[in-house]
């Protein structure tokens, strides 16, 4: 026995969500959308179960976070999808996917057939087995990547009040769960291997202000050294870390974030992989026409920086969904994917963006002894990448446009001085017609050269020209 679908999303977490909403507002039909997923519940917003979830004070519970919620959108409730016709094939494995064939085989023996499918498969949380580390698979040792996982963190924390977790990593799973962890009066201690957190984004200068404030929290941070081993005792139970420096922890529970890894084995041989994920062009299609892949698991084209790239965050799930199926329901009317790399992070009173890049030279600025500063990258000239802690909407705006236009960068002194004000002016300018301008600090700003091919002769051309010139002195003086 089978079921045929026209649409198969293959996932459950943000993305699918996401995609399913916009494919009911491009008009699909009753019993045209499946969606298949390991979990038993219909997708949510998954940065809810670091957050809020964890919290012992008005925990956030389903159905409040489901997708999609977190961009302001309709909240998916099991209702909305049995009102809106899409099939949810949920606490299923999948066995198997043919794309030349375009079947799906199910755990349960199952065959699915579509015509176009969307891969949301996203990625898993890596494992310590998977480096030699024995009683990974205690019952008070724990990962954060689905509902399930976060139910596990809460419980045991509700067994063990004020007891000893010990957090392995120190990115954004370890740093958003120990702040959880320790407002939940848990004693905690944080163990990873570089020499300070958040190291794939944070510069020492950056991750200093954080280390702080999260020790005037009570968190306690053991760098440069890595797990060895547990004890555990006669129950299986982790009693303690033991760390390669040779020192041990006390511990009643452990929470593990050292990375995750793309959900591709499925593909593996049939479409084209890059990075680590499922390579995909400017509309999210991979090397195979009827297979689109999104969210975690898809390597796609930044235009901004000229190459692919593998975006682990819920933003770039939420958007690379909704112009997937854009691409799909209106491949004509849909251009190539122009997204600007977003991360983001909420802890205790702190919230920080970041865009861009994080690469070559950076200026801080701000008061780093307050509650607001930031940071700019600086590569080649040009301004790549902007942070920003403790900054309003507008001015998180204001940065984020600032690094969609990539200024030229001068004066690197002057640019500190200017500190968040150098985004709030470049965000503000309109684009004036002359390729280049030169503000008064010395910092230039790169404009658009725009090309005017005259196929009507040299005098309309010319003409063109100096309307265009006219023009643009007239407009910078409304």
Known sequence: MGRAFVYVILGGGVAAGYAALEFTKRGISRGELCII??????????????????????????????????????RLTPKWYKEHGIELVLGTRVKSVDVRRKTILTGSGETIT?????IATGARALKLEEFGVKGSDSENVCYLRDLADANRIVNLVQSCPGGNAVVIGGGYIGMECAASLVINRMSVTMVFPEEHCMARLFTPKIA???????????????????????D??????????????????PADMVVVGIGIRPN?????????????????NGKMQSSNSSVYAVGDVAAFPVKLFGDSRRLEHVDSARKTARHAVAAIME????????????????????????YGENLGDVVHYGDFSGSTFGAYWISKGHLVGSFLEGGTKEEYEAIAQATRLKPAIEDVVELERQGLGFALAVSEKPPPSPPREVTGSGIIVERPIYAFHATAGVLLAASIAAFAYWYGRKRRRW
Do not use: M
């Open 37 to 74: 997923s390991e979990e038993q519940v219909p997708p949510y917003e998954r940065p809810a179960l670091s957050k809020g979830f964890l919290l012992p004070e008005a925990p956030a519970r389903l159905p409040s976070f489901h997708t999609c919620v977190g961009a302001n959108e309709e």
């Open 114 to 118: 579509y015509k176009i499918l969307l």
């Open 208 to 230: 200093n202000y954080y280390e702080d404030f999260y020790k005037s929290k009570g968190v306690k941070f053991i760098k440069g050294t890595i797990l060895s081993s547990f």
């Open 232 to 249: 555990i005792d006669p129950n299986g139970k982790v009693t303690a870390v033991n760390l390669r420096d040779g020192s041990s922890l």
């Open 264 to 280: 591709t084995s499925l593909f593996e041989g049939q479409v084209t992989l890059e990075k680590g994920g499922i390579k995909v």
């Open 331 to 354: 491949p004509n009317k849909t251009g190539e994917f122009d997204y600007l790399p977003f991360f983001y992070s909420r802890v205790f009173t702190l919230s920080w963006q970041f």
